[in-house]
């Protein structure tokens, strides 16, 4: 079996790629067609936003493509945040504690303390299928950013570190004050 030089692709497939039509993929019908530059780079020509229809060949569709480069990975963040209160939540149902009891203004306790309330079952089934959607938003966002970085446009990559890191501060930073 012969395999086209560079990519594993057996040469077969590409008697069979034309054929082959959709909207979201594009399949060469020649080897020669392919121009993966799997190396960093600046060059946008031959650059697309996660699907052939948006193609970032300008500067405006790279700005375009930059921003919401820079929404997905604010958005995989804000959905993490989200994730890890659900699990505390979720924690929190699971094993209840000993609630503490009410200080007075003398700093003396106004009772005993009691046990806390187990909830009912259909808060903490909400609180698991909050955990569960948010879990599923936060890996798709991830996975995003992944083939994102995977184009090796150094820009990309730039901004896909800089949202990641912004974002992160401004949530630490939000819940500490």
Same mark, same amino acid.
């Given at each position: =079996? ?32 392919? #121009? *993966? ?18 193609? =970032? ?39 209840? !504690? ?5 200080? #007075?203004?003398?700093? #003396? @306790? ?5 046990? @806390? ?38 820009? /990309? *990559?730039?901004? /896909? *570190?800089?949202?990641? !890191? ?12």
């Amino acid at each position: =079996m012969a395999f086209a030089p560079f990519t594993g692709v057996p040469l077969s497939f590409f008697s069979i790629a034309p054929q082959l039509r959709s909207p979201f993929f594009h399949f060469p019908s020649h080897p020669s067609q392919l #121009s *993966i530059m799997n190396y960093l780079h600046f060059d946008a020509s031959d650059t697309y936003f996660l699907v052939q229809w948006f193609p =970032m060949q300008t500067p405006f569709s790279l700005g375009v493509g930059l921003v919401f480069t820079s929404l997905v990975c604010i958005s995989e963040r804000l959905v993490t945040f989200r994730l890890e209160k659900a699990s505390m939540r979720l924690h929190m149902l699971q094993n209840p !504690t000993w609630s503490r009891p009410v200080r #007075s203004r003398n700093n #003396s @306790a106004s009772g005993p303390p009691t046990l @806390a309330v187990r909830p009912d079952r259909s808060s903490a089934i909400r609180a698991l299928a909050e955990k569960s959607c948010c879990y599923a938003l936060a890996n798709t966002f991830r996975l995003g950013y992944m083939l994102l970085a995977m184009s090796f446009h150094t820009g /990309i *990559i730039c901004v /896909i *570190i800089a949202s990641l !890191t912004l974002t992160q501060f401004f949530l630490d930073f939000s819940t500490q004050v």
